[in-house]
């Protein structure tokens, strides 16, 4: 019944101006994510023997009309166009060769200029992945995008296997948040060291959580950073009991966890 109801996506457009129509591609990135992401990893050698359907989808983003588009239209959009480019990006040198020491061998960072260089031509804007991340999706004011965004690598958000429509874009983003706090990538306690081991995604996007979040912590951490007092607003709310209480002790440092770059893929990790 999924794969009927993907097709039927697939087959939905939204009303253009009367000058040009115009598709907001959603449905066929649906039947990608369903078939090659598990619980956020990628069976990318599978996707790239297969890669018709991701060519043709990241074709047609290059023609979409989007201004016009509600909020909620235009993050989903850019969520899934980003996505989608990267898997491309991926699958185009995979299996990497390693270029660099800097990152793991297995990495999309072995791909020379994956997000500062490589252009891309989406909604009829020639784009980088980092200006699309820093530019296009900073507008919404909302960094909760940065973690729905996978970038390719296991430090980054979890990949969902499914693609964000306007029509949930709040549920799924909350889901996003919700998961921070299970995935050691995000955030972890540990009461040993005394310290709370943030992503650095926080770090990169200080600015953006400062102002979303930092006034809505409890008075009690009044004296703490901006950007510790956002984190705390950012992930507290979801975390178990013994964690808040050990939070609440106000004698933790903030130490931000290096980002992993490893590829998230599924190849060699109980691979079909």
């Not at 201004?67 to 040198?93: H, P, S």
């Not at 874009?169 to 709370?196: F, S, Y």
């Not at 992503?199 to 510790?228: C, G, M, N, Q």
Request: hydrophobic share 40%; glycine share 6%.
């Amino acid at each position: 019944m999924r794969k009927f109801l993907i097709a039927a996506l697939a087959l939905l457009t939204l009303a253009a101006p009367a000058a040009q129509q115009s598709t907001i591609v959603l449905g066929p990135l649906d039947l990608i994510l369903d078939t090659y992401v598990r619980d956020g990893y990628v069976y990318y050698r599978a996707l790239k023997i297969e890669r018709r359907r991701i060519d043709e989808y990241v074709r047609q983003l290059a023609f979409a009309d989007v201004d016009k588009r509600t909020r909620a239209e235009q993050m989903a959009f850019w969520l899934n166009a980003y996505d989608a480019l990267v898997l491309q990006t991926v699958i185009d040198g995979y299996p990497a060769p390693r270029r660099s020491n800097e990152y793991p061998q297995r990495s999309i960072r072995q791909t020379p200029g994956a997000f500062e260089r490589l252009p891309h031509r989406v909604a009829g804007l020639t784009l980088t992945l980092d200006q699309i991340e820093q530019t296009i999706l900073s507008k919404f004011a909302d960094p909760r995008l940065y973690f729905a965004i996978g970038r390719g690598a296991v430090g980054g958000g979890r990949l969902r296997s499914e693609s964000f429509a306007a029509d949930t874009i709040d549920k799924q983003l909350a889901e996003v948040a919700g998961e921070c706090v299970t995935r050691g990538e995000c955030i972890q306690i540990d009461p040993a060291t005394n310290r709370l081991l943030a992503s650095a995604i926080f770090s990169w996007h200080e600015k953006e959580f400062v102002a979303a979040y930092a006034d809505k912590v409890a008075p009690l951490y009044a004296t703490r950073s901006p950007i510790e007092r956002a984190i705390l607003a950012f992930v507290q709310p979801r975390l178990l009991q013994t964690e808040r209480d050990f939070l609440e002790k106000n004698t933790f440092q903030l130490a931000y966890k290096p980002f992993d770059w490893s590829l998230n893929d599924l190849t060699g990790r109980g691979d079909r």
